[in-house]
């Protein structure tokens, strides 16, 4: 029996401090990338947070699972990881960090399609269809839309490495969900991802060059605020969560994550906002709430609409 409950107080108040977390890692990033280059920031990142998971993990008596059915997909969620990060810590160069976030969290949308075709329990009912005929659309509008505007700040290829990692992240998702990672503890999932991702993440940042570190106490604030509150503390809350409360209603608060990235990117980095990419974002949200916040909102649908395909 599913003992998991509905969001009260601290649930909520809890999910806020993740949104708002969550939304600063690419204005962090794009803010110290002059001294800090972001694929080296986020390759030593990934392993202070991998031995900061394995200390927790030794603490709790949990062994490293080095199954061949947990280790092989470990590595496969690894590569994917990293993946994702090396077109993040390009993107961020490349674009503003309110375009990255926006991309970034289209990872869903991939993700539901890759899981509609992987698991029959994971088919998409005809309003999730609407919703990603919305999220492609918006994608499509903001691409379109894209230069011409005298933005400076912003590239078309920087926009599609951070839709590059959106699909990586998706296919992480599809990863774990279709392998036995998925009957896991989620710190066993969490280090593969983080020992993994460091390795390749700084073999990219030794082959792109990218190896600039200005020390100074914004950059190590940077590599401090990534490490331990984004990638373990964040983490490792969330996780708790999802054990405690229902999943969907969580995930409809997720949704503010690229909202408050634009509205900061705005704000603490004087980012422009054009509005071909603010229409495009509006859709490519709406899209994403349609697909993953499906479970919360079939509560309220018609039946016609709430039945799966």
């Known amino acids: 029996m599913d003992t998991r409950r509905a969001l009260d107080g601290q649930a909520v108040g809890l999910m806020l401090l993740l949104c708002l977390i969550w939304s600063l890692q690419q204005i962090v990033l794009k803010a110290t990338a002059l001294d800090f280059s972001p694929t080296l920031q986020l390759a030593l990142r990934s392993g202070i947070a991998a031995v900061l998971v394995?200390?927790?993990?030794?603490?709790?008596?949990?062994?490293?699972?080095?199954?061949p059915s947990v280790w092989q997909p470990g590595l496969l969620v690894g590569f994917l990881f990293a993946l994702e990060f090396v077109m993040v810590g390009q993107a961020v160069r490349l674009t503003t960090a309110g375009h990255v976030v926006v991309f970034l969290y289209a990872a869903p949308v991939f993700a539901a399609l890759g899981l509609h075709i992987k698991l029959p329990s994971e088919r998409l009912a005809p309003l999730q269809w609407v919703g990603i005929a919305l999220a492609f659309g918006g994608i499509a509008v903001a691409f379109l839309g894209h230069g011409g505007k005298g933005n400076q700040q912003t590239s078309l290829l920087g926009d599609a490495m951070a839709l590059g990692g959106a699909l990586a992240w998706g296919l992480t998702t599809v990863a774990i969900r279709t392998t036995a990672l998925s009957t896991q503890p989620?710190?066993?999932?969490?280090?593969?991802?983080?020992?993994?991702?460091?390795v390749l993440l700084m073999l990219a940042a030794l082959a792109l060059g990218e190896t600039v570190f200005r020390s100074s106490l914004p950059v190590w604030s940077a590599l401090a605020f990534n490490a331990v509150v984004v990638s373990f503390f964040s983490f490792l809350i969330w996780f708790s969560l999802l054990r405690k409360y229902l999943a969907s209603r969580l995930g409809v608060f997720s949704f503010l994550t690229p909202i408050l990235g634009v509205v900061l990117g705005a704000w603490l980095l004087k980012e422009p906002i054009e509005p071909d990419f603010a229409i495009g974002a509006l859709l490519v949200l709406a899209g994403i709430v349609l697909v993953s916040g499906y479970g919360w909102l079939a509560r309220y649908l018609p039946g016609g609409l709430g039945g799966k395909s």
């Open 54 to 67: 394995w200390l927790y993990m030794r603490f709790k008596g949990e062994q490293l699972n080095l199954q």
């Open 186 to 198: 989620a710190t066993q999932t969490l280090l593969y991802q983080l020992a993994v991702g460091f």
